[in-house]
């Protein structure tokens, strides 16, 4: 594995070159690098998934060499996500050759979205790569309830995972989905353990992606209302901090953290929109909540050359919409994929 170097880069400040039919400058590409997972969260799975065939999915060398394409079309972020990225077999290797853009100051950051269950054996290898922000999702500090959302997860083994990327020096946000009749009341306690551990926090609102085994109209809580809630004891005030993402971000007075919010369906963030999704099976998503698709995984298996790569990756770019189609109270989901096939 190749180490990653501090040693500071030269910054490419060439101007973005994927701008969207509406102005709006893509920078961010989160990458699926599996569609498994080895969890089966009740608002993400159905408990029986069938997962994608081997050669159906992209390899590592496919994946690092259409990252590296968006790179080279100026952007400056990758998010690794699944399924659940780390239960990829040869992970680190991809994560290694990556790191190869931050050493050159093509890429600002190289970070991952993951559930913990691995991050104990991997976090002082991700350390090394030179990821320093990752994303995991925990939605309660309760064994019992975490065993019933996840279909018999382990709590100790996501903490002590937390706790081995905090100890390798990378900074953790954890991203909690606010579930109406599991979590609404454990809220601020979560909040308040996330920033005791130095950890910023995310509040997301459930998304209707994919069919699963429970209703989510039933567990949808709005973000608006679990705002005001929190700013009946909280001093809570709206601050200018961004990471690439869609959360707004706000700052608790009384315990010194940030907490995001991500509402797709109470306040929709679209007009700022600056990132697309690339499935583990090569397909392009511009937006999460529409059933758009591009197929880069044809384009480069059919033998095209980096130009033709480039112009299908601006086709899809110039094709992008102007918002998406979320709507909690709808009869089927927004769309028919699974986040853990779009890329959490």
């Not at 590409?29 to 993400?44: H, I, P």
């Not at 050759?97 to 991050?119: I, P, V």
């Not at 110039?318 to 779009?342: E, L, Y």
Request: proline letters at 3%.
């Amino acid at each position: 594995m190749t180490p990653y170097d501090d040693s500071p880069a030269q910054a490419v400040l060439a101007p973005p070159r994927l701008i969207d039919g509406f102005g709006r400058a893509v920078t961010y590409l989160r990458v699926s690098v599996t569609d498994r997972c080895d969890l089966r969260c009740l608002y993400c799975m159905s408990e029986h998934m069938t997962f994608l065939p081997k050669a159906e999915v992209l390899t590592l060398e496919e994946l690092d060499r259409l990252a590296t394409a968006f790179v080279g079309l100026g952007v400056r972020k990758l998010r690794l996500t699944g399924g659940e990225p780390l239960v990829r077999k040869g992970f680190m290797d991809l994560v290694a050759g990556l790191s190869r853009h931050l050493r050159s100051g093509a890429l600002d950051e190289l970070t991952l979205t993951t559930n913990g269950t691995q991050l104990e054996r991997f976090a002082g290898d991700l350390a090394r790569c030179g990821v320093r922000r990752i994303n995991v999702s925990l939605d309660t500090l309760k064994p019992d309830l975490f065993r019933k959302l996840t279909r018999g997860g382990d709590l100790e083994r996501v903490i002590a995972g937390i706790d081995a990327a905090l100890a390798a020096g990378i900074r953790v946000k954890i991203n909690a989905v606010a579930l109406k009749h599991d979590n609404a009341a454990e809220l601020p306690a979560l909040i308040q353990w996330a920033h005791a551990r130095g950890c910023d926090i995310t509040l997301i609102e459930t998304m209707p992606l994919g069919e699963v085994d429970q209703d989510r109209t039933d567990q949808f809580l709005s973000l608006k209302d679990v705002r005001r809630d929190l700013s009946s004891f909280w001093t809570i005030e709206d601050i200018h901090h961004a990471t690439g993402g869609p959360a707004r971000y706000t700052r608790v007075a009384e315990t010194g953290g940030r907490l995001g919010l991500i509402t797709p369906l109470s306040n929709h963030f679209c007009d700022t929109c600056n990132r697309v999704r690339l499935t583990c099976t090569g397909t392009l998503h511009t937006c999460l909540g529409r059933d758009d698709a591009s197929d880069l995984r044809a384009v480069i298996r059919g033998g095209a050359t980096e130009a033709q790569l480039q112009q299908a990756i601006f086709a899809a770019i110039g094709a992008k919409s102007q918002g998406h189609d979320f709507q909690i109270a709808a009869a089927r989901p927004a769309v028919a994929r699974h986040m853990s096939t779009t890329g959490g």
